[in-house]
């Protein structure tokens, strides 16, 4: 049975949590300013229990604690933090998860009074991205962002192994206690693992740039998590990526080649799914592969229409995307079409009246309801992604020479030949004059292969 460490001295709290560990969760919802989650409270608790059952956690109480006054010290109230206490109690609960974001004094305050390990939305996550993340890049990657975190968390609660004095005699003053120590080694850890994520980040645009100099474009498939979109992947590519009804069941970024109408190759890529309220430490710490999404012909954004929260989903990859650059204030702007999946999970009458939206043409980008489960329109949607990156190609009469045999096999491997001619005359060298659809970008390339 694997083990993970939730450790990170803010308390007298010790030990490590195994998988099947029994856990309640708390949503704090925050009603001050106006504020609260309202409506969407119910969704927000289920999402903090499939975060805990993502990683072995059995959840076996969950309820929502509304706040008005946000205590500095516990965040919840006395009546509150005794209501936590006694469904702890009754169902033998271990672990406590507070489904929202706890400072280092109320998490070891709330701790010290239900003589429990505690953990916040934050640190759930970043346990599920250490235990997901494959490639070495990603451990990287999770490894940062942990660091991070902790980082702005140890307090003193090792004051027994301070050192109290440096030096010798008289002379030595007060020395570096443990929590500074800490501190150190953190900030020395995560400046060598920025320099290793910055070699990544070159190679990893040197890998970019090469594929933009092929005649290939790139499809990124982006969504919430469990959205669905590594089943639709492997729907498109017949690839074997790990597809579970879990989040986050797949962290590190998949290309694979598919062929689409009119478009002989095309790279698609699978990314990291989103969520809300994702730790601003993963965020800066998956930057360099969430950039892949930036080098992108067309997003695909796969929702999951089933879920009632599915607005809600959305309008969060549509900010997260604008804040990578992505369709926002000053950015690029990249085609964007939306995959309505687990069509087959809606009854005929909301599938019925889906299609009455698509028909009026109420989203402001292409809609294709899908099943990635049962390939219920996959086909309509590789047709529209193929009228996509098609549909601004113009027709050209270009003339080649015959001995250019680069540009001539070029043009036949990634243009619309419509119509070629040999041209040969006494003093002029033999050519082909042909007449061929290209899209501007693969104008450029071609242009480019000329230079």
Known sequence: MSTFE??????DIAGEV???ARAVVVLPDIKQRGGGLGADAESRLEEGQGLARAIGIEVVDAFILPIRAVRPATLFGEGQVDR??????????ELVIVDGALSAIQQRNLEDKLKRKVIDRTSLILEIFGERAATAEGRLQVELAHLDYQAGRLVRSWTHLERQRGGFGFLGGPGETQIEADRRLIRGRMARLRKELEQVRRTRGLHRERRQRAPWPVIALVGYTNAGKSTLFN??????V???DLLFATLDPTMRAIRLPGVEKAI?????GFISDLPTQLVAAFRATLEEVTAADVIVHVRDVANPASADQKAEVEQILADLGVNGEGGPTIPVIEAWNKWDLLTPEDQAMRHDLIAAKVADVPVVPVS???GDGVAALLDQLGQMLTGTAKTLEITVPLSDGQRLAWLHAHGDIIEENQIDGEGIEPAMRIRVRLTPRELGRFTALTA
């Open 6 to 11: 939730f450790g990170n001295n803010t308390g």
């Open 18 to 20: 195994t998988r099947g």
């Open 84 to 93: 936590i206490a006694v469904a702890c109690n009754q169902s033998d609960a």
């Open 235 to 240: 729907r498109l590519t017949g690839a074997d």
């Open 242 to 244: 790990m597809a579970e």
């Open 268 to 272: 698609l890529s699978d990314t990291v």
């Open 372 to 374: 990635a489960l049962t």
